[in-house]
Protein backbone atom coordinates (compact mmCIF):
# COMPACT_ATOMS: atom_id res chain seq x y z
CA UNK A 1 0.00 0.00 0.00
CA UNK A 2 2.63 2.51 0.58
CA UNK A 3 4.20 1.58 -2.79
CA UNK A 4 1.29 2.68 -4.13
CA UNK A 5 -0.19 5.03 -2.29
CA UNK A 6 1.28 8.17 -3.62
CA UNK A 7 0.37 7.36 -7.05
CA UNK A 8 -3.69 6.87 -6.85
CA UNK A 9 -5.48 9.94 -7.56
CA UNK A 10 -8.59 8.79 -9.12
CA UNK A 11 -10.62 5.19 -9.17
CA UNK A 12 -12.12 3.57 -12.12
CA UNK A 13 -15.58 2.14 -10.90
CA UNK A 14 -17.13 0.69 -14.25
CA UNK A 15 -17.85 3.69 -16.39
CA UNK A 16 -17.30 6.34 -13.79
CA UNK A 17 -14.54 7.65 -12.44
CA UNK A 18 -14.04 9.46 -9.14
CA UNK A 19 -11.43 12.02 -8.10
CA UNK A 20 -9.63 11.30 -4.77
CA UNK A 21 -9.47 14.80 -2.69
CA UNK A 22 -8.04 12.92 -0.01
CA UNK A 23 -5.57 10.12 1.03
CA UNK A 24 -4.40 8.52 4.64
CA UNK A 25 -2.87 5.36 5.48
CA UNK A 26 -3.12 4.20 8.89
CA UNK A 27 -0.36 1.94 10.38
CA UNK A 28 -0.52 -0.61 12.89
CA UNK A 29 1.22 -4.00 14.06
CA UNK A 30 -1.58 -6.87 14.11
CA UNK A 31 -1.34 -10.15 15.23
CA UNK A 32 -1.28 -13.05 12.52
CA UNK A 33 -0.90 -16.35 12.46
CA UNK A 34 -1.67 -19.49 14.45
CA UNK A 35 -2.49 -19.31 18.47
CA UNK A 36 -3.28 -21.35 21.49
CA UNK A 37 -5.81 -18.97 22.19
CA UNK A 38 -8.99 -19.72 20.23
CA UNK A 39 -10.23 -16.52 19.13
CA UNK A 40 -13.87 -15.76 18.22
CA UNK A 41 -14.85 -13.72 15.00
CA UNK A 42 -18.15 -12.31 13.27
CA UNK A 43 -18.76 -11.99 9.97
CA UNK A 44 -19.13 -8.02 8.94
CA UNK A 45 -20.60 -8.99 5.73
CA UNK A 46 -21.68 -12.23 3.45
CA UNK A 47 -18.93 -14.75 3.40
CA UNK A 48 -19.17 -16.86 -0.01
CA UNK A 49 -17.86 -19.93 0.47
CA UNK A 50 -19.56 -21.80 -2.05
CA UNK A 51 -18.74 -22.43 -5.38
CA UNK A 52 -21.03 -24.18 -7.64
CA UNK A 53 -19.43 -27.99 -7.29
CA UNK A 54 -19.38 -27.58 -3.52
CA UNK A 55 -23.07 -25.91 -3.51
CA UNK A 56 -24.18 -29.31 -4.90
CA UNK A 57 -22.32 -31.19 -1.85
CA UNK A 58 -23.97 -29.10 0.09
CA UNK A 59 -27.32 -29.01 -0.11
CA UNK A 60 -27.14 -32.47 -0.74
CA UNK A 61 -25.99 -33.25 2.83
CA UNK A 62 -27.37 -33.32 6.48
CA UNK A 63 -26.93 -30.41 8.68
CA UNK A 64 -23.41 -31.83 10.52
CA UNK A 65 -22.38 -32.63 7.52
CA UNK A 66 -23.23 -28.78 5.78
CA UNK A 67 -21.35 -27.39 8.88
CA UNK A 68 -18.36 -29.86 8.30
CA UNK A 69 -17.75 -28.82 4.55
CA UNK A 70 -18.08 -25.25 5.68
CA UNK A 71 -15.40 -25.55 8.41
CA UNK A 72 -13.06 -27.28 5.80
CA UNK A 73 -13.73 -24.38 3.30
CA UNK A 74 -12.93 -21.97 6.60
CA UNK A 75 -9.80 -23.60 7.17
CA UNK A 76 -9.17 -23.93 3.93
CA UNK A 77 -9.64 -19.92 3.18
CA UNK A 78 -7.62 -19.17 5.77
CA UNK A 79 -4.65 -20.91 4.71
CA UNK A 80 -5.27 -19.53 1.15
CA UNK A 81 -5.26 -16.27 2.59
CA UNK A 82 -1.88 -17.47 4.60
CA UNK A 83 -0.11 -18.68 2.06
CA UNK A 84 -0.74 -15.07 -0.64
CA UNK A 85 0.91 -13.23 2.38
CA UNK A 86 4.17 -15.78 2.77
CA UNK A 87 2.68 -17.01 6.16
CA UNK A 88 3.94 -21.11 6.25
CA UNK A 89 1.48 -22.73 8.85
CA UNK A 90 3.12 -25.32 10.87
CA UNK A 91 0.35 -26.65 13.21
CA UNK A 92 -3.40 -27.49 12.10
CA UNK A 93 -6.00 -24.98 12.51
CA UNK A 94 -9.26 -25.65 14.33
CA UNK A 95 -12.58 -23.92 13.48
CA UNK A 96 -14.96 -24.33 15.77
CA UNK A 97 -18.76 -23.05 17.11
CA UNK A 98 -19.58 -22.43 13.45
CA UNK A 99 -22.80 -20.71 13.92
CA UNK A 100 -24.37 -19.22 10.86
CA UNK A 101 -27.23 -18.24 8.97
CA UNK A 102 -27.69 -18.35 4.87
CA UNK A 103 -28.47 -15.86 3.40
CA UNK A 104 -29.48 -14.63 -0.34
CA UNK A 105 -27.40 -11.98 -2.10
CA UNK A 106 -27.68 -10.74 -5.28
CA UNK A 107 -24.48 -9.63 -6.94
CA UNK A 108 -24.93 -7.66 -10.41
CA UNK A 109 -28.27 -9.83 -10.90
CA UNK A 110 -26.81 -12.87 -9.73
CA UNK A 111 -28.38 -14.73 -6.98
CA UNK A 112 -25.49 -16.12 -4.59
CA UNK A 113 -25.62 -17.79 -1.24
CA UNK A 114 -23.73 -16.08 1.56
CA UNK A 115 -23.54 -16.87 4.87
CA UNK A 116 -24.01 -14.42 8.33
CA UNK A 117 -22.71 -15.49 11.76
CA UNK A 118 -19.64 -16.67 13.79
CA UNK A 119 -16.89 -19.01 14.62
CA UNK A 120 -14.17 -19.42 16.60
CA UNK A 121 -10.43 -20.12 15.18
CA UNK A 122 -6.82 -20.87 16.69
CA UNK A 123 -5.77 -18.47 14.45
CA UNK A 124 -5.17 -14.72 14.91
CA UNK A 125 -6.32 -12.55 11.89
CA UNK A 126 -6.68 -8.91 11.76
CA UNK A 127 -10.27 -7.12 11.57
CA UNK A 128 -11.95 -6.00 8.64
CA UNK A 129 -9.76 -8.91 6.61
CA UNK A 130 -11.62 -10.42 4.03
CA UNK A 131 -12.30 -14.52 3.64
CA UNK A 132 -13.56 -17.08 1.15
CA UNK A 133 -14.80 -15.01 -2.85
CA UNK A 134 -14.97 -11.59 -3.71
CA UNK A 135 -13.08 -10.06 -0.65
CA UNK A 136 -12.00 -7.11 -3.14
CA UNK A 137 -15.73 -6.66 -3.50
CA UNK A 138 -15.69 -6.21 0.60
CA UNK A 139 -17.35 -10.09 1.10
CA UNK A 140 -16.18 -11.99 3.91
CA UNK A 141 -14.98 -9.33 6.34
CA UNK A 142 -14.35 -9.93 9.72
CA UNK A 143 -13.87 -8.55 13.13
CA UNK A 144 -12.99 -10.07 16.24
CA UNK A 145 -15.15 -10.42 19.23
CA UNK A 146 -14.41 -10.23 23.09
CA UNK A 147 -14.57 -14.43 23.52
CA UNK A 148 -11.39 -16.11 23.81
CA UNK A 149 -10.79 -19.73 25.67
CA UNK A 150 -8.03 -22.00 25.15
CA UNK A 151 -7.66 -25.26 22.91
Known sequence: ???????????????????????????EDVGFGVDSITKHYHFLTPWFALNERNYERYKDSNQREQ?????????????????????????????????????????????????MGDFEVNFDLPDYIGLGKMVSKGFGTIKKTNEKQKI
Open 67 to 115: IQLLEKILIGNILSMAKGLEYVVTEEIKVKNLKLKMQDIRVKDIKMIGF
Open 1 to 27: MKKIHPKIDCLELGKDRYKIIEKKIDE
